[in-house]
């Protein structure tokens, strides 16, 4: 009894779902997926707007349109065309490799049931209490569509939800890395203007004590003019703020002059 003919109809039932699965599955997957990261970096936006965080904020408002922009059907539909080699890959290659699995899988059996002895690779024994042809492609088929199953199931429950979470984590490092530098960054920034302050306030509180410096200096200086000027004038027994001859008034003024210039000396102005 001839099996390829059965083998074949299953294989090809496999294909047109391994193909639906290719073409609309994985995109129809990818978009969703993209749509709950966007939704997640958005709501990751409004509690750094909340903070009023706005470097942060900004980082993942960049993020959720970038999810929204680059995981659409169009994009992902371009890339299949542009990538043809390895779409028609997944399209032919896995099929063909199953199918010759499955090709594999019945001879052996066949070969196994008939004792390990030579026989016509196109039938199977149906005496002697072996089970018949279909019998074999049914079990051959069931566990191909069981492993296919499990594949599918693994990829979509425990891979892509791990590679999300994966993916989401690394994202929001990188967003917690930008904002712990911006955080940095403003606090060096602080850390510089008030460095800059309080240089700026003890330049202005040194000129404020050289001026007033200057000021006491100029002061005591006239204040001594003054009163040698004055005892002269009560020593020649004349009344104060007297006229002084020309010689004695030059030296007074001279020695005033010396004394002023020595106070800005002391406490230079700028």
């Not at 999810?67 to 065309?81: A, D, E, K, P, V």
């Not at 009163?227 to 104060?240: D, F, N, P």
Request: charged share 25%.
């Amino acid at each position: 009894m001839k099996y390829p003919r059965g083998l074949t109809r299953v294989s090809l039932v496999l294909w047109a779902i391994w193909v639906l699965i290719v073409l609309f599955v994985f995109p129809w997957y990818e978009v969703i997926n993209a749509r709950d990261k966007a939704a997640d970096a958005h709501l990751q936006a409004l509690r750094a707007r909340a903070e009023q965080n706005e470097q942060s904020a900004a980082s993942w408002e960049r993020l959720s349109k970038s999810y929204t922009q680059t995981f659409n059907y169009t994009n992902i539909y371009r890339g299949m065309l542009q990538q043809w080699p390895l779409t028609l890959g997944a399209l032919i290659g896995a099929p063909a490799v199953l199918y010759g699995l499955l090709c594999g899988i019945v001879l052996t059996f066949g070969w196994v049931v008939r004792g390990f002895k030579r026989g016509s690779p196109g039938e199977l024994p149906t005496g002697g209490g072996a089970r018949s042809p279909n019998t074999w492609i049914k079990t051959c088929a069931g566990l191909a569509l069981l492993v296919i199953a499990a594949s599918v199931a693994y990829y979509f429950v425990i891979f892509l939800p791990r590679e999300r979470t994966a993916r989401l984590e690394m994202d929001r490092q990188k967003v917690e890395v930008e904002r712990q530098q911006k955080l940095a960054a403003d606090q060096i920034e602080r850390e510089k203007l008030e460095q800059q302050r309080q240089e700026k306030l003890t330049s202005e509180l040194r000129e404020t004590r050289m001026r007033d410096l200057l000021a006491a200096c100029l002061a005591g200086t006239y204040a001594i003019y003054s009163e040698r000027w004055q005892r002269t004038c009560r020593a020649r027994g004349l009344a104060e703020n007297c006229q002084l001859p020309l010689d004695v008034a030059e030296s007074y003024e001279k020695d005033h002059y010396n004394e002023r210039a020595d106070c800005f000396k002391s406490f230079p102005q700028r």
